[in-house]
């Protein structure tokens, strides 16, 4: 049934605009950036400029402009404008699902499925992707498969965000805010010349949030509200101009967050006898009885340099390196109640090292455009992991589970990619990139002093190849209709929490089928895609025999779907912007314990073989892929007398059930919802200053954004993203 739905909608949607391209053509002699229309992105996503209606392939991309309009200033903000994205938290770690692709590991050391880069360079940290949202140019959002370009880890697709260079003249700007939650902040950015061909840009942000979003109702607690934060960095950028035409591009990037996090209680515990041990408890939103001191403490250093090297007028080089210093200090109280029973104190650490070398060239009369590229990669990571456990049923004895020691990565691949020109109209599209994988980790696990991991270090080494073959077709000198097959793939490893396990690579392969049209003089941007994707040896969590959480590559998947955005200009000053997505992500394969089921049985000596505790998780949905998303804004910008101008927003995010857990259980899945949000600003005339208003969440809608089966305890347990939230700023401007 969903098949047939997904079918129909884009048969509609492409029935709607064939017609329409024949008008276009005849009509469409306005410039794309005319202020009249739709204005033009220009987007990096194949590693050269080119507009977003030219690449063959699924892009959102905002602008600095939009960034400010809709406050987006977090990761978990690009929900509302990226459809079939859903942002997520485990234990204060970020988890990003594009498109029903997702990481379902949460041992500590997991390769995303959704790459991040700043700048050009990967980001291995799911605590510092918000680091570059300060000073931001672009936010470039790839939905599926990326593996020939951006290798590794981009199963799912890539984010890019791009920021913002020195300026040619003076100039500069400060920002203070306020908010609910008794937040405030204050941003700067100074940017201008040096001398004729060096040019420095200097900016730093500090925001406070000092009422948490969780009310601690323990009397005498340590803290009596969590989910507060803090927020501190800087960065510096400096662009210095060579002869030639050479260009150098300097970026060092520092921050300093705290936050105290928490895990809520969902509902009580499956046996009553643990209920008793942790009450006093709360089940609502917001709500928690904690006895344990949280803290989220990330710094975070990022240096990147890159030269642009213009060889003749058809060949240029690019040269990116990047290098990263990650520290982390993480204590949760895990259990969510006022009995220390189980808690977490861990601190992670990791330097990492990046090369990238581009070279793009243009041949046969521009005819055929080519990337020829080579990627070095080096991570250093290592973790230590206390719980301490203090059950009631053990006696009240305290037990401390102990996990420590590095895990080394280090990857290197060479890629190239062509796009030829058969005719004006028509392109074909082929590359390929190899990658070599290799890690090793030494594990410690100590339980109350026990050494239970006696394995020796293990050192593993994978190849992976990822091609892509594609067609482009111009319809029209304004619309093209495209198709390509990709592959990718997620690294393999070693889980951090367990001793010595190790999986291999994730793969993904899929097609996709789209279409890029601008309409009615460039009044209407609309683009459609339909997509399937085949997902092997997926990396799953297994809980098995005494309790143990492997990382196996158990599963199989299938993921097909439609997905669609459209922009319009309904009048000179009013626009609308429409998202959506329709899809079926589900499990082809996939065997597991269903702990909710076996209650003690998956994590704990059973006279049941293992094969009679399992369950088949066959055709239920991949966790965090809900069957639809949809976003859906409209702005208006009034021009004033005195030549001003202000600019009025609302937009609403719908999004279907999301299922957190491959068995769907009562208590792992979130309901459909709707979330609002508004936005107000005037601008002054000149552009001299900005005064700005927002409100998120209107509603207040409490929908959770992770969760977790506490085994130990027996209960449903995990995160809601934040509340109604609501505030203003002003910016000067000189």
């Given at each position: ?7 129909t909608?884009?048969?509609i949607?492409?029935?709607?605009v ?8 005849q009509t469409?002699?306005a ?14 996503a194949?590693k ?30 690009l929900?509302s404008?990226?459809?079939?994205l ?10 990003i ?5 997702s ?6 050391a997991?390769?995303?499925?959704v ?5 050009g ?14 000073d ?13 370009l ?32 008794e ?13 004729d061909?060096?040019r420095?840009?200097?900016s730093?942000?500090?925001e ?10 323990l009397?005498?607690a340590?803290?009596?509200r969590?989910q ?15 002869t030639?035409?050479a ?7 520092y ?8 895990t ?17 408890q ?8 904690s006895?344990?001191r ?23 080089l ?5 290098y990263?210093?990650?520290r ?5 109280d ?16 990791s ?7 581009n070279?793009n ?6 005819r055929?455009?080519?990337?020829f590229?080579a ?13 301490p456990?203090?059950?009631?049923f053990?006696?009240n ?11 080394k ?10 796009t030829?020109s ?5 392109r074909?599209?082929?590359g390929?990139?190899f ?13 109350s ?5 006696p ?15 594609g ?17 990718g ?12 396990d190790?999986f ?8 996709e ?12 941007r ?31 998947a299938?993921?097909y ?16 912007d ?25 994590g ?8 009679d ?19 859906v ?20 995010m ?8 491959e ?16 936005f107000l600003?005037?601008?002054?005339p ?6 700005r ?19 130990a ?22």
């Amino acid at each position: 049934m969903r098949h047939k739905i997904s079918t129909t909608f884009g048969s509609i949607a492409v029935a709607m605009v064939i017609p329409n391209i024949a008008y276009s053509q005849q009509t469409d002699t306005a410039d794309i950036s005319s202020s009249s229309g739709v204005p033009e992105i220009v987007v990096t996503a194949q590693k050269r400029s080119e507009s977003i209606q030219k690449v063959p392939a699924t892009i959102t991309a905002l602008n600095s402009e939009a960034l400010e309009t809709r406050q987006v200033n977090d990761v978990a903000a690009l929900q509302s404008q990226v459809p079939g994205l859903v942002v997520g938290e485990t234990f204060g770690a970020t988890l990003i699902s594009l498109r029903g692709i997702s990481t379902g590991v949460t041992s500590g050391a997991e390769d995303p499925s959704v790459a991040t880069h700043i700048n050009g360079v990967y980001q291995p940290r799911s605590r510092t992707i918000d680091s570059a949202l300060v000073d931001l140019e672009r936010v470039e959002v790839l939905s599926g498969p990326q593996g020939t370009l951006y290798g590794r880890n981009a199963t799912a697709g890539v984010i890019n965000y791009v920021l913002k260079r020195p300026s040619s003249s003076f100039q500069g700007e400060v920002t203070g805010s306020l908010g609910n939650y008794e937040t405030r902040g204050i941003k700067g950015r100074v940017s201008g010349p040096l001398s004729d061909n060096v040019r420095l840009l200097a900016s730093g942000v500090f925001e406070n949030r000092d009422k948490g979003f969780t009310r601690n109702l323990l009397a005498g607690a340590p803290q009596s509200r969590l989910q507060t934060s803090r927020v501190a960095g800087g960065r510096a950028a400096l662009d210095i101009d060579l002869t030639g035409g050479a260009k150098i591009e300097l970026d060092a990037i520092y921050l300093d967050s705290e936050s105290t996090p928490t895990t809520l209680a969902f509902g009580p515990s499956q046996e009553s006898f643990i209920q008793a041990a942790l009450n006093p408890q709360s089940f609502k939103p917001f709500n928690v009885y904690s006895n344990y001191r949280a803290l989220d403490h990330t710094k975070y250093l990022q240096l990147i340099g890159a030269i642009d090297i213009p060889l003749s007028d058809d060949v240029s080089l690019k040269s990116i390196t990047g290098y990263q210093r990650f520290r982390n200090h993480l204590r949760i109280d895990g259990d969510a109640s006022a009995t220390l029973v189980v808690e977490s104190d861990a601190r992670f650490r990791s330097n990492t090292f990046s090369q990238e070398i581009n070279l793009n060239a243009s041949s046969f009369d521009g005819r055929l455009k080519s990337i020829f590229g080579a990627f070095y990669y080096n991570d250093k990571f290592n973790h230590r992991g206390d719980s301490p456990f203090n059950l009631a049923f053990f006696g009240n004895q305290l037990f401390v589970f102990s996990v420590e020691g590095p895990i080394k990565g280090e990857s290197y691949s060479a890629f190239t990619d062509h796009t030829f020109s058969v005719t004006d109209r028509l392109r074909l599209q082929g590359g390929i990139r190899f990658n070599h994988d290799k890690k090793s980790a030494a594990t410690n696990i100590l339980f109350s002093g026990v050494d239970v991991c006696p394995a020796p270090p293990a050192s593993r080494s994978w190849d992976s190849w990822t091609p892509r073959l594609g067609v482009q077709y111009d319809v029209t000198d304004s619309s093209m209709l495209y198709a390509q097959y990709t592959k990718g793939f997620k690294a393999g490893g070693f889980a951090a929490s367990s001793c010595m396990d190790e999986f291999e690579p994730e793969k993904i392969s899929g097609v996709e089928v789209g279409l890029k049209a601008r309409l009615f003089d460039n009044r209407v941007r609309f683009n459609i895609a339909g997509y399937s994707y085949r997902i092997n040896d997926l990396q799953v969590q297994k809980v098995v025999d005494a309790g143990s959480l492997l990382v196996e590559n158990a599963a199989r998947a299938k993921v097909y779907g439609v997905e669609a955005s459209l922009t319009a200009q309904l009048a000179d000053h009013l626009r609308l912007d429409a998202s959506g997505i329709i899809q079926s992500a589900k499990y082809a394969e996939f065997f597991n314990c269903n702990e909710k089921l076996f209650i003690g049985a998956c994590g704990a000596s059973d006279p049941r073989s293992q094969a009679d505790r399992l369950s088949d998780a066959s055709g239920n949905r991949l966790n965090r892929a809900p069957p639809y998303t949809a976003n859906v804004g409209v702005e208006y910008d009034m021009p004033l007398n005195n030549g001003g101008k202000i600019v009025l927003r609302g937009e609403s995010m719908f999004s279907g059930r999301v299922d957190y857990n491959e068995f769907p259980v009562p208590g792992s899945q979130q309901k459909a919802y709707s979330l609002q949000n508004a936005f107000l600003s005037y601008t002054s005339p000149n552009d001299r200053y900005v005064l700005r208003a927002f409100v998120k969440n209107i509603g207040d809608k409490a929908y959770k954004s992770g969760y977790l089966f506490f085994s130990a305890i027996r209960q449903d347990t995990g995160q809601y993203a934040p509340p109604r939230t609501y505030g203003a700023e002003a910016t000067l401007k000189f």
